[in-house]
Nanobody, 116 residues
Framework: QVQLAESGGGLVQPGGSLRLSCTAS????????MGWYRQRPGKQRELVAWITNGGAADYADSVKGRFTISRGSNLNTVYLQTNSLKPEDTALYYCNARLINKDEYWGQGTQVTVSS
């Protein structure tokens, strides 16, 4: 199993920035990639950004150019730098880890609220 712990959410004004962090523990050697999803009020959970162990990253169109995903040197941590935040970025952000056997694990979520 893999356990995920997120941090870094909060309340920020439009145009502001936050850095989300997620640390994995457990059988992390089996991961093939990690990423961030979000669930906005009244919407389904959606992919925000994903990064493989090799460093290949993919982003939702709505965050390209504003958000950057990265991994820590030991591959057990994933970060999401969020810049130029908009009110529509308000959501519960979840960390996700995918294993080589296709199992997936989720964190508890960290709330990001963009409001003036």
């Amino acid at each position: 199993q893999v356990q995920l712990a997120e941090s870094g959410g909060g309340l920020v004004q439009p145009g502001g920035s936050l850095r989300l962090s997620c640390t994995a523990s457990g059988r992390t050697i089996l991961t093939v990639g990690m990423g961030w999803y979000r669930q906005r009020p009244g919407k389904q959970r959606e992919l925000v950004a994903w990064i493989t162990n090799g460093g290949a990253a993919d982003y939702a169109d709505s965050v390209k150019g504003r958000f950057t995903i990265s991994r820590g040197s030991n591959l057990n941590t994933v970060y999401l730098q969020t810049n130029s935040l908009k009110p529509e970025d308000t959501a519960l952000y979840y960390c996700n880890a995918r294993l080589i056997n296709k199992d997936e694990y989720w964190g508890q979520g960290t709330q990001v609220t963009v409001s003036s």
